[in-house]
């Protein structure tokens, strides 16, 4: 018994010292600042669509992917195991419609992401996050054409986080948002000199970029 009552005194007496132990080892970093860049190629899901004077519908054709440029603005979480931040994106889109009628689409979008960040003692650090916020979409139809398209949007975002030095990071992601979906109609003229209407439906944006952030 008294062997018993002697080895549970250890323990106790030892657990301050494995619990400054286990600090040492693994030191929790404070809460960071940091704001960052980034740039990439994007697409604008969307439906356009010309509609003639005898009413028929003729869909456009949309560019593929345009580049795209944004920043960052936040805070990592003591630990590193996540980050809360605002971003503002700007994404461009050409629509064309039988090489008569040309129009350029562009979506400016301020949003609020969190991210989840692995692998917190490393310095790659994959992660996952979600995003909602506001963007405006404005099919640019001329000065008597053009309307916005503004609204919610929300989406996912996934990547990787390369700590280059303490204060200095790289990392590579996709995102994927949802954009307003209502349809929305403005006027337009053809290069022959052919007014005509355009309706317009957005879908979502998909990016790919590569950013830069420095942190304090």
Not at 88 to 116: C, G, P, V, W
Request: net charge negative; charged share 20%.
């Amino acid at each position: 018994m008294d062997r018993l009552k002697t080895a549970v005194a250890l323990l106790v007496a030892l657990l301050p010292v494995m619990v400054v132990a286990e600090t040492e080892e693994q030191p929790i970093s404070p809460l960071q600042y940091f704001v960052g860049v980034k740039g990439g190629v994007s697409k604008i899901g969307n439906s356009n669509r010309v509609v003639q004077n005898g009413g028929e519908k003729l869909e456009t054709k949309s560019s593929d992917f345009e580049g795209f440029a944004g920043m960052d603005l936040g805070i990592y979480t003591p630990g590193g195991r996540s980050r809360v931040y605002y971003s503002f994106e700007q994404h461009r889109s050409e629509s064309k419609y039988s090489n008569t009628l040309d129009f350029e689409t562009i979506a400016n979008m301020h949003l609020l992401s969190a991210d989840y960040l692995f692998r917190q003692q490393s310095s790659l650090n994959p992660f996952v996050g979600l995003h909602f916020g506001y963007a405006s979409v404005e099919p640019e139809l001329g000065s008597s054409g053009q309307f916005d398209e503004s609204g919610l949007v929300f989406g996912l975002q996934a990547g990787i986080s390369w700590t280059v030095l303490d204060t200095f990071g790289l990392e590579f992601g996709v995102r994927h948002s949802l954009l307003p979906s209502d349809i929305k109609s403005g006027t337009s003229v053809e290069n022959n000199g052919n007014s005509v209407t355009v309706e317009s439906q957005q879908k979502g944006v998909t990016s790919l970029y590569a950013g830069a952030s420095y942190r304090f």
